[in-house]
């Protein structure tokens, strides 16, 4: 996550100078303070606009405390991995994730400092290898008691552990997450699994192509994906069956096993291994980030409005 994206900076500057001018120009014709007049829209653009980054160069500064750190140093083997450097960016992203998200206890839930650290180490995982993006969707995260069904409640029959919203919340309970990073090498991580949805919901709905991978490269991918499949529900497969539930299922099964089991996922699913590789700009095995140099990615998540749902990951 970059303290300033070069974008919204253009974009904040072309406002404030096309609105600045605007008003400039109508306090020149009506003699009301003339040009002057425009600074001041100008300036409260570049206010608005440049609140954000001015944010995270401060949080920047600060750095993450002491016991942040030791939690993910204990929880999160790609952190473990990573050099000074690579562990200062790790650091910075949690920070500006516990700072910009948002997360609430529901039915009577305690947000602890682990729960919150939970997430945004799932977030910083995904982006480490491409700093340059943000995560799609929207910045809400709601933590449920128990599990929960299509309702949203906890029912005798609830099964799920976790959901996924374009544009509403991540809603996971709280064993599930505590779970997640206990034993980060078994496969299973609901929050990367809820995460990873989120880089599916393009415009072309949630149907296993996530964001991630190029247009050109989409019937690779589904092919990849199809031969997996095949792969999963014949029990060869180091996935766990719930991959083989759907496409959109199987890229969130196939990141949890690929962060959590890098080097058996790298032995026996060469071709996967090296498309997520190829996604996540990322070589989970090493923390080794990428050079641009894969034809494979475009340039990033785009949204939509769809959702995400997830089974107890049995
Ligand atoms: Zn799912």
Redesign the pocket.
């Known amino acids: 996550m970059r303290i300033v994206r070069r974008s919204s900076v253009i974009t904040t500057g072309l406002l404030a100078l096309v609105l600045g001018g605007a008003v400039g120009i109508i306090g020149h014709e009506m003699a009301l303070g003339g040009p002057l007049l425009g600074v001041v829209p100008a300036l409260l653009v570049l206010a608005i606009g440049l609140r954000r980054p001015w944010r995270r160069w401060a949080l920047a500064r600060e750095g993450l405390p002491r016991a942040q750190r030791r939690w993910l140093q204990v929880h999160v083997p790609l952190y473990r991995q990573l050099a000074g450097d690579g562990q200062d960016a790790f650091e910075r992203d949690v920070r500006f994730v516990l700072d910009e998200y948002s997360f609430e206890g529901v039915g009577g839930v305690t947000v602890t400092d682990p729960l919150r650290l939970s997430v945004a180490a799932g977030i910083a995982v995904l982006l480490h290898g491409r700093p340059s993006w943000e995560l799609p969707g929207s910045r809400s995260v709601l933590f449920y008691p128990e599990r929960f069904d299509d309702t949203y409640h906890d029912t005798m029959t609830a099964s799920y552990d976790g959901m996924a919203h374009q544009q509403g919340p991540i809603i996971l309970t709280v064993a599930s997450v505590e779970e997640a990073w206990s034993q980060p090498d078994d496969g299973n991580n609901v929050v990367l699994?809820?995460l990873a949805?989120l880089f599916d919901f393009d415009n072309e709905g949630a149907d296993g192509v996530p964001s991630l991978v190029a247009p050109v490269s989409a019937p690779d991918w589904q092919a990849l994906v199809r031969d997996e499949m095949r792969r999963v529900r014949q029990g060869r497969s180091l996935l766990r069956p719930y991959a083989a539930e759907a496409p959109s299922?199987f890229f969130?099964v196939a990141v949890e096993h690929f962060f959590e089991q890098p080097e058996p996922m790298a032995r026996g699913h060469e071709d996967l291994f090296r498309a997520l590789v190829s996604f996540f700009r990322l070589d989970p095995r090493t923390g080794t980030v990428l050079e641009n140099d894969s034809a494979v990615l475009d340039e990033g998540p785009s949204a939509s409005n769809e959702t995400?749902?997830?089974p107890s990951p049995t």
């Open positions: 699994h809820e949805h299922e969130a995400r749902e997830e």
